[in-house]
């Protein structure tokens, strides 16, 4: 085996977990919705697949194989099945391009690894997160995928996989095994330090509220109870005093407002208008939480 091939198919991958790590960041602000996430994190992966294609590993005289398995599965797992199949379109792209004899198992196999590691994924989130277990079970279920593909090829994929059983293996659950569990730690850690900036946030706008709205309550009271004693000396059905029903109603609104500034449990921006800045959505904010 050229381990020079070796360190730069690791190089690949760990340009793949930098920029993970950094893209969830760059991502958070701009608030996608989770099909355009996908597609942003299975271009770039899918990316990452091919480059490994390109940079295969020699292990034998003539005898190449690549960790293309490696991003798709990884991506899929921590992201989802949308970015796994993004991830996989784009390499198959590539792998059809290259076309060959070999093009209809070479699909099979990315494919087949895009839905594993969808399907891991889901089993990951139902008991809560990807763990070693999972990464390992990928990295057995991409490993039988890759040897399926080569059965496909008949006596001549036989053969050469007979060559590459090992260093395939070893790719497979070191490149999965490993990288899934570094993946999946950045994706907690980033996840942990959202949940953090939030609740910060929500802290800070609770506090800044309730203070708003106990000095708006003060003055608020005063007025609501001249209105109540103008309304006394107003003849009924007069212009002056249907002028004073709706002050009284412009003030039972605004304490309204005020109610709901003191019920603030997330913080939910006002959707952008035109070039007003941005704003809270009081109603919204406040809100119960589903479940809550």
């Known amino acids: 085996m050229d381990y020079h091939h070796v360190i730069e198919a690791a190089g690949f991958v760990a340009l793949g977990l930098v920029f993970y790590s950094y893209a969830r960041r760059w991502l958070e602000p701009l608030r996608l919705n989770g099909l355009w996430r996908a597609a942003v994190t299975g271009l770039v992966f899918g990316g990452l697949a091919v480059g490994l294609m390109i940079a295969r590993i020699q292990v034998g005289e003539g005898v190449f194989i690549d960790a293309r398995a490696v991003p798709i599965a990884l991506i899929a797992l921590v992201e989802g099945g949308w970015a796994g199949l993004v991830a996989a379109l784009v390499a198959a792209a590539y792998r059809l391009w290259l076309g060959g004899a070999g093009a209809g198992a070479g699909l099979v196999g990315i494919f087949g690894t895009a839905a594993a590691a969808a399907l891991v994924g889901a089993w990951a ?15 057995a279920a991409v490993y039988a995928i890759t040897a399926v593909s080569f059965v496909m ?6 053969g050469l996989f007979a060559t590459v059983w090992l260093p395939f293996l070893i790719l497979t659950v070191v490149g999965i095994g490993g990288g899934g569990r570094l993946l999946t730690d950045i994706a907690d850690a980033q996840a942990t330090e959202s949940a ?9 706008v609770t506090l800044l509220a309730r203070a708003a709205a106990h000095e708006i309550n003060n003055p608020l009271m005063i007025v609501t109870g001249g209105l109540a004693l103008l309304g006394k000396h107003l003849p009924l059905g007069s212009e002056d005093a249907k002028w004073a029903e709706h002050a009284r109603e412009g003030a039972g609104r605004i304490k309204d407002i005020v109610a709901r500034m003191n019920q603030i449990t997330q913080v939910e921006p006002v959707p952008p208008q035109g070039l ?17």
């Open 196 to 204: 953090r900036r939030e609740a910060a946030a929500l802290r800070a």
């Open 125 to 139: 989130r139902r008991e809560g997160g990807a763990r070693l277990r999972h990464t390992l079970a990928l990295g």
């Open 276 to 292: 007003l800045p941005d704003m809270l959505d009081i109603e919204k904010s406040s809100e119960p939480r589903p479940g809550g």
């Open 153 to 158: 090829l008949g006596a001549r994929g036989l």
